[in-house]
Nanobody, 117 residues
Framework: QVQLVESGGGLVHAGVSLRFPCAAS????????MGWFRQAPGKEREFVAA????????YYADSVKGRFTISRDNAKNTVYLQMNSLKPEDTAVYYC??????????WGQGTQVTVSS
């Protein structure tokens, strides 16, 4: 089992930046990738960004490319999401996830980000 704990989030104005971590514990050696997803009110959960745990390859949704950056600190088993130039449409609950065996198997509890215009 892998446990994921996010922290951060909150209410911010459009244009500002936020950075929050997701700490992994447990069987972290089984993780292939870690990523972030989000779910806005009334919408399905969508992919935001992911990073390969060993090689560092990164992937982004088109909607956040150039504004968001995912990074990792393997020594701390932590992945970070840096969000710049936030927009009201970025308002959502953000979830950290860990992939094992090509499946997003483990999920954090989620953290709310609200961006006001």
């Amino acid at each position: 089992q892998v446990q994921l704990v996010e922290s951060g989030g909150g209410l911010v104005h459009a244009g500002v930046s936020l950075r929050f971590p997701c700490a992994a514990s447990g069987r972290t050696f089984s993780i292939d990738e870690m990523g972030w997803f989000r779910q806005a009110p009334g919408k399905e959960r969508e992919f935001v960004a992911a990073i390969n745990w060993s090689g560092g390859s990164r992937y982004y949704a088109d909607s956040v490319k150039g504004r968001f950056t995912i990074s990792r600190d393997n020594a701390k088993n932590t992945v970070y999401l840096q969000m710049n130039s936030l927009k009201p449409e970025d308002t959502a609950v953000y979830y950290c996830a860990a992939e094992e065996g090509s499946k997003w198997k483990y999920w954090g509890q989620g953290t709310q980000v609200t961006v006001s215009s």
